[in-house]
């Protein structure tokens, strides 16, 4: 775990926030052991700022990986120590579509060795699996 916080951390020095000035990074593990950092994107039209969590899952997911064990997330103001920064709404939507909400775990770190661990489903309780979605002809 220790290992996973610090490549948040590094992640978090490439957050763009010229906006916000709040900068998130993460480290994404893949079942196969692979990670993927990720930082948050910001944008002149704010919509369109991508958030750190969905950057790691989008580049892992591009490079044709899917299966996904845990996300370590740090993240606060810039200039100041990261503190517990739980994932917005739409990131544990995307995390919904690729991962086990019941084996996912969501760890938030604090920067330092201290970190609070969850599962996807006790983040996103009664989430929307996608389950019926798909047209049968
Ligand atoms: N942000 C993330 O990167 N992840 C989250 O889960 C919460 C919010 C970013 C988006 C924006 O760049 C900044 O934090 C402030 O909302």
Do not use: W
Request: one cysteine or more; aromatic letters at 10%.
């Amino acid at each position: 775990m220790e290992e996973l916080i610090a490549k948040a951390i590094d992640a978090r020095e490439k957050a763009y926030t010229p906006y916000s000035h709040f900068k998130v990074g993460v480290c994404l593990k893949a079942k196969n052991g692979e990670t993927f950092q990720g930082c948050n994107i910001e944008n002149s039209s704010y919509p369109a700022t991508n958030c750190a969590e969905r950057t790691a899952i989008f580049k892992a997911v591009s490079e044709g990986i899917t299966d996904f064990s845990c996300i370590v997330i740090v993240g606060g103001r810039e200039n100041e120590k990261p503190d517990f920064c739980p994932p917005c709404g739409v990131c544990r939507q995307v995390m919904m579509e690729f991962c086990d909400p019941e084996r996912f775990r969501i760890v938030l770190g604090k920067g330092d060795l201290s970190f609070r661990e969850y599962t996807l489903k006790e983040l996103l309780p009664l989430g929307f699996s996608g389950d019926g979605v798909e047209r049968k002809e």
